[in-house]
């Protein structure tokens, strides 16, 4: 979906599907904490993906660039929002995207290549490639699922501008873009907008 609603993305639906689509669960021997097991799948575990959430408006969440943390289902602020985020999110998201206007919220997605390139060697960008294309599916599935709107965007930054990145923009590799918010005339579920009581599905909120 290339349009959204004018309202703010309740944070408790952004941690939710983070939480389902990116989270990880559970680590792979014998090499701890290198080789996880997250809900979309990886060439060897190794999850070379991060996160970066750009958010212009989510309630409960400073506008700005924030790393998601898949350990700690955690954001990190990284940068308030600025005109470099509003020209970041336009060249890479928005004009792709052919949207008429910035998306609540999008995803700046890239790769630490040396995670997957030490063990698989020339085949690590085919595998970085594939392990994009299998996070952003699994993102639209849950999004869809929780009632948000999505889409996915295949513009590459190469190489790497984003001004949050200025320290480690060396050794990462941008592999595309998403875009999210609310659905244009559309409301989400209610029982998402409230944390549950007494039940068993629960959402957390990255802090």
Same mark, same amino acid.
């Given at each position: 979906?290339?349009?959204?609603?004018?309202?703010?993305?309740?944070?408790?639906?952004?941690?939710?599907?983070?939480?389902?689509?990116?989270?990880?669960?559970?680590?792979?021997?014998?090499?701890?904490?290198?080789? #996880?097991? =997250?809900? /979309?799948?990886?060439? @060897?575990?190794?999850?070379?993906?991060? *996160? &970066?959430?750009? $958010?212009?408006?989510?309630?409960?969440?400073?506008?700005?660039?924030?790393?998601?943390?898949?350990?700690?289902?955690?954001?990190?602020?990284?940068?308030?929002?600025?005109?470099?985020?509003?020209?970041?999110?336009?060249?890479?998201?928005?004009?792709?995207?052919?949207?008429?206007?910035?998306?609540?919220?999008?995803?700046?997605?890239?790769?630490? #290549?040396? =995670?997957? /390139?030490?063990?698989? @060697?020339?085949?690590?960008?085919?595998? *970085? &490639?594939?392990? $994009?294309?299998?996070?952003?599916?699994?993102?639209?599935?849950?999004?869809?699922?929780?009632?948000?709107?999505?889409?996915?965007?295949?513009?590459?930054?190469?190489?790497?501008?984003?001004?949050?990145?200025?320290?480690?923009?060396e050794e990462l590799m941008h592999v595309g873009g998403f875009a999210?918010?609310?659905?244009?005339?559309?409301?989400?579920?209610?029982?998402?907008?409230?944390p549950a009581r007494g039940g068993s599905h629960q959402h957390t909120?990255?802090?």
């Amino acid at each position: 979906m290339r349009s959204f609603h004018e309202r703010p993305v309740p944070l408790l639906l952004l941690a939710a599907l983070l939480g389902r689509a990116a989270r990880v669960r559970g680590f792979l021997p014998p090499l701890e904490h290198q080789q #996880t097991q =997250r809900p /979309s799948p990886s060439g @060897g575990g190794r999850h070379s993906l991060e *996160i &970066y959430v750009l $958010a212009r408006a989510v309630d409960g969440l400073p506008a700005g660039a924030h790393h998601y943390d898949p350990f700690d289902h955690a954001l990190e602020h990284l940068a308030p929002w600025d005109a470099r985020l509003d020209e970041l999110t336009d060249r890479l998201i928005t004009r792709p995207g052919r949207m008429d206007r910035t998306a609540p919220v999008s995803f700046y997605l890239t790769s630490y #290549t040396a =995670r997957t /390139s030490w063990k698989y @060697g020339r085949m690590a960008l085919s595998l *970085i &490639y594939r392990d $994009a294309g299998c996070l952003m599916q699994t993102l639209c599935l849950t999004a869809t699922d929780l009632g948000l709107a999505a889409c996915p965007i295949g513009a590459i930054d190469a190489p790497v501008t984003a001004p949050f990145l200025r320290d480690t923009d060396e050794e990462l590799m941008h592999v595309g873009g998403f875009a999210l918010g609310l659905p244009a005339g559309g409301r989400p579920p209610a029982d998402l907008l409230t944390p549950a009581r007494g039940g068993s599905h629960q959402h957390t909120q990255p802090h």
